[in-house]
């Protein structure tokens, strides 16, 4: 009995841990910027702005080169790219084209790309940026067919409503501050040395090795991610307060969660030494923090309350809708990383078969890490015995599945969607494996 209590306080201690390193390091400089992002362009871009390049009437030489280079501009995780999927269907994107963008966004990370070459190989890396490109407009011409019926109901009612009007027109204020809000995503996210180089340093008055360092380091914390975590409990409490009744009009909760929003984000920039307690001031805190001055001003002079309140409420319903599913598959992910033996990926995936290539997408699935993460992962996966195929399959299937990307999804476009959205993914990226493989075993 006691061993079972053992396993089980293992079990939720891995998923809690690694739900503490996901709120702490993974969500502020990408997620949060994609929510608003979501909200912003649901709220300020006309549908016509989207459908016009898009839709389900736009060509289709134009409407999925554009989603894959839509993509590929804002190349974020997994976890990111959902509500920017969800933003721009709902503008009325065509299924077919949002579900290439939903692909080949977390796909083709250029950082992601380039740290794979150098770590496992150029070959998986090649082959991984071209098949992902490839895939993510193949499974979006194959969505768009099967559910073509349903498009099209949805294609005429939106016509009517003149979603496809395209006499409107956007302001300049709304694509500035759009690029701004995408500027903010971007500089939060690029590991180069201009947002990376530390230019001073503080030196923090604490000492990790007291109870309370001791307590951060047994959660695999640092001090900077302690703080992270706290002030997202502080948000979610003001943000509730002051979001909730949003278009009734702004209260003072509504004006200190923006604040809070924005004092959460640089927080977040600068970087830390975890075992020296140094806070490195580097150029990303500088330029998120001119970025959030800039935003600010444009929003207050270019736009009413009014207009600020819908977007104010967009984002925050994205919030509610996606933000506690995500919680959920990461936790539950964490303890399914350690059900799983690593013992396994030996036995299993050591040789190029259809069945090690499934195994590889299984992995992708409950073994979900953040961009980049996967990586090094892969190299372990590597090391420990796995063939090229599966590894390939793996690194094709991670970035696009996970326990949370299928919950979010299947509330937003349904289950049917979900499932033939996942089982393509999973079977395209098991048969990608396999013929890599094969091919690079006859080199």
Not at 267 to 292: C, D, H, K, T, Y
Not at 304 to 323: C, H, L, P, R
Not at 327 to 343: H, R
């Amino acid at each position: 009995m006691d061993d079972i209590f053992t396993y089980v306080g293992t079990l939720l201690w891995s998923g809690w841990t690694g739900l503490l390193d996901y709120l702490a390091a993974h969500v502020l400089l990408c997620l949060v910027p994609a929510f608003v992002i979501a909200g912003f362009m649901s709220t300020m871009i006309p549908k016509e702005a989207i459908t016009r390049f898009l839709g389900p009437k736009a060509s289709k030489w134009i409407s999925y080169p554009a989603a894959s280079i839509g993509g590929f501009i804002l190349a974020v995780c997994s976890c990111t790219i959902l509500p920017l999927f969800a933003g721009i269907w709902k503008r009325g994107a065509g299924l077919g084209p949002a579900i290439t963008f939903l692909f080949v966004g977390p796909a083709i990370n250029i950082l992601a790309i380039t740290y794979t070459g150098a770590a496992i190989g150029f070959d998986i890396a090649f082959a991984r940026l071209i098949l992902s490109i490839i895939f993510g407009i193949i499974i979006g011409l194959l969505m768009a067919g099967f559910f073509r019926k349903e498009e099209k109901v949805r294609s005429d009612e939106m016509e009517a409503n003149g979603a496809f009007d395209q006499t409107a027109k956007v302001k300049p204020a709304v694509w500035g501050l759009f690029l701004m809000l995408i500027s903010v995503l971007i500089v939060g996210t690029l590991q180069v040395g201009l947002f990376t180089n530390v230019f001073a340093s503080i030196t923090l008055p604490f000492d990790m090795n007291s109870g309370f360092g001791n307590f951060l380091s047994s959660l695999n914390l640092t001090f900077q991610g302690a703080v992270l975590i706290v002030m997202l409990v502080v948000i979610g409490i003001t943000a509730w307060k002051g979001f909730e009744n949003i278009l009734d009009g702004f209260s003072k909760w509504t004006y200190v969660a923006f604040a809070l929003i924005g004092l959460t984000i640089l927080i977040a920039s600068p970087s830390e030494n975890a075992r020296s307690l140094v806070i490195g001031l580097n150029g990303r805190l500088i330029a998120e923090f001119i970025l959030l001055i800039a935003i600010g001003i444009v929003a207050h002079r270019s736009f009413t309350k009014d207009e600020i309140s819908g977007w104010v409420w967009e984002t925050w319903k994205f919030v509610k809708q996606i933000f506690p599913l995500l919680i959920i598959g990461v936790f539950a992910a964490g303890i399914v990383k350690v059900i799983i033996p690593e013992t396994w990926v030996r036995t299993i995936a050591g040789e190029n078969t259809i069945w090690a290539n499934a195994v590889g997408v299984l992995f992708g699935v409950f073994m979900y890490f953040p961009t980049l993460v996967e990586v090094p992962i892969a190299k372990m996966f590597l090391d420990l015995g796995m063939a090229r195929g599966p590894l390939l399959a793996y690194l094709l299937s991670d970035p696009e599945l996970s326990l949370q990307s299928i919950l979010v999804l299947n509330g937003i476009m349904g289950k049917k969607k979900t499932v033939i959205y996942v089982s393509l993914v999973a079977v395209l990226s098991t048969l990608a494996g396999y013929l890599f493989g094969l091919i690079i075993a006859s080199v």
